[in-house]
């Protein structure tokens, strides 16, 4: 394992600056696309506006290789569900590769959904404006701003469309859209299954939820009318439904049905169902956000303290030192679109109800943090989101630690600009502790720096459901991302390995 021992070789000294200005390591673009990959929704951040991030992209691409980007891709959207990214990667992988043996199979499981191959396909014909549908053709095979689809993806989308099931591409037609399913099929020429004919007829249906909600509001002959029939997909559907996607639902559920509520406050607040799901505490946040309802809210909180128990437990002692500076508070993360500081603050208070961790936060200086361990975890996550808003001094969380710890877990946007060098500081604690530390470092920003000599701790990058899972595999000692990534293989008994590791 990856230890602060005395007797080491003394790391090299910081070779280039963060974007606060501070003194900094960089890393090979092979690590900074990876960053860039686990924390980037090619969304406006603190310190970098989107192009610039999908301009460092493609110049990274470059320099770290295209089979490279192309196992982040496959890593990012199997292993951690992100998409925007993956079809970013993928389409710059088109411009960056041509006749490898592995391309026809990486554009085949890159596309995990049938919408996945509508947005690469929009994000290589439209060029720059990515994200922002397609522009004219120009030309055979080709479109303003972008260029010609490669063969090797025009064969790996087709086997993928051959793949998926009348269900799967009813609900992603895309109909009215940048790029439809009907233009993929038009471009990339797949045999014809029952499916695919369906699809070409204009016959196709699904039995999936939303698929079933955009239906009824199409048949309906009037407002009052849809209302009525998306009220009855609800009740045809709420017992069915699996735990996860009864949560992702709620919003809809109860805006379409409120006569639901109560029963479907009783299924979110089932503890077997829960355990059975597997699901995360951060998942159960996201649907929490979006919601106004009190009742409803209230059986989401319930529902994130039982989903602690599916953190897996660590050995040992744990402290979780959250950065609360400035730039901390402006930034927003992924889908939920939230301030970094406001998911550490969360990922602390989850932390601390599962692991009995403590907390410490963390600007120009540290301070432990108390909670009392009856509070729900929202509520103790709630007064520790509002930041000082000073600046960044990492070095401060070791000369502040007391007592003896087995691990570290900080969470941060690198850009400490001043104080106390956060090696010597960990070293030190070492020293006076006379034990090795582990500590691992969450990047939630991917601006291209780090703060400890790469390979000294365990460094980690964004934030996805399946993020304390990573936790657990930490110990194991390494890099675990570069070494996750590195052993992602072009073949469909990787993607099936992912699915299991997920519980799926």
């Not at 090299?12 to 690590?31: E, F, V």
């Not at 699996?242 to 992702?248: P, S």
């Not at 169902?273 to 909180?301: F, G, M």
Request: charged content about 30%.
């Amino acid at each position: 394992m990856v230890l602060f021992s005395r007797g080491r070789k003394a790391p090299k000294k910081p070779d280039t600056h963060n974007l606060a200005g501070g003194r900094a390591y960089s890393l090979s673009p092979q690590r900074e696309l990876l960053d860039i990959a686990l924390t980037s929704k090619l969304q406006r951040q603190f310190y970098r506006e989107p192009d610039e991030t999908m301009r460092r992209v493609r110049r990274l691409v470059k320099e770290a290789g295209p089979e490279f980007a192309a196992r982040c891709a496959l890593y990012t959207r199997h292993r951690m569900g992100l998409r925007s990214i993956s079809h970013l990667l993928a389409a710059e992988v088109s411009r960056r590769a041509s006749g490898e043996q592995w391309l026809s199979d990486f554009y085949r499981l890159v596309a995990r959904r049938p919408d996945d191959m509508r947005e690469i396909i929009a994000c290589i014909m439209g060029g720059p404006e990515f994200g922002e549908g397609v522009a004219r053709k120009s030309g055979k095979g080709r479109k303003r701003n972008g260029h010609a689809l490669p063969n090797s993806l025009k064969r790996g989308f087709a086997r993928r469309f051959e793949q998926f099931d009348e269900y799967q591409l009813g609900a992603y037609r895309g109909e009215g859209q940048g790029v439809s399913l009907v233009d993929v099929m038009r471009l990339v020429h797949p045999r014809e299954t029952e499916a695919i004919r369906k699809l070409k007829d204009g016959t196709l249906r699904s039995q999936k939820q939303d698929a079933k909600l955009t239906r009824s509001g199409q048949e309906a002959g009037n407002a009052a009318e849809a209302a009525e029939l998306k009220r009855e997909v609800w009740h045809a559907e709420l017992e069915r439904m699996g735990y996860n996607a009864l949560v992702m639902n709620a919003r809809g559920i109860l805006a379409s049905a409120p006569e639901l509520k109560g029963r479907l406050c009783e299924r979110i607040e089932d503890a077997e169902a829960v355990r059975r799901s597997l699901i995360q505490p951060l998942q159960i946040y996201r649907a929490y956000r979006e919601l106004e309802d009190r009742q409803l809210k209230l059986s989401l909180s319930r529902a994130i303290d039982l989903a602690c128990a599916n953190v897996p437990r660590f050995e040992g002692r744990t402290l979780v030192a959250f950065d609360e500076s400035g730039s901390m508070t402006a930034w927003t993360h992924g889908d939920m679109k939230i301030p970094a500081i406001e998911y550490a603050s969360l990922f602390a208070a989850i932390l601390a109800k599962s692991q009995d961790a403590d907390v410490i936060s963390f600007d120009t200086t540290a301070r432990y943090r108390k909670y009392d361990l009856g509070n729900t975890t929202l509520s103790i996550a709630e007064d520790w989101h509002v930041a000082r808003g000073g600046g960044t001094d990492m070095g401060t969380i070791f000369s502040r630690m007391r007592g003896k710890y087995d691990r570290v877990i900080v969470l941060t946007d690198m850009q400490s600009w001043y104080g106390v060098d956060p090696e010597k500081a960990a070293a030190l604690y070492e020293k006076r502790q006379r034990r090795p530390l582990r500590i691992y470092s969450f990047d939630l920003t991917g601006y291209g720096t780090a703060l400890f000599r790469p390979g000294s701790i365990q460094m980690l990058s964004g934030v996805s459901f399946g993020v304390f899972d990573t936790i657990a595999r930490l110990d194991q000692g390494g890099d675990v991302l570069m070494d996750e990534v590195n052993a992602v293989r072009f073949t469909d008994e990787w993607v099936q390995s992912v699915r299991d590791s997920h519980g799926k």
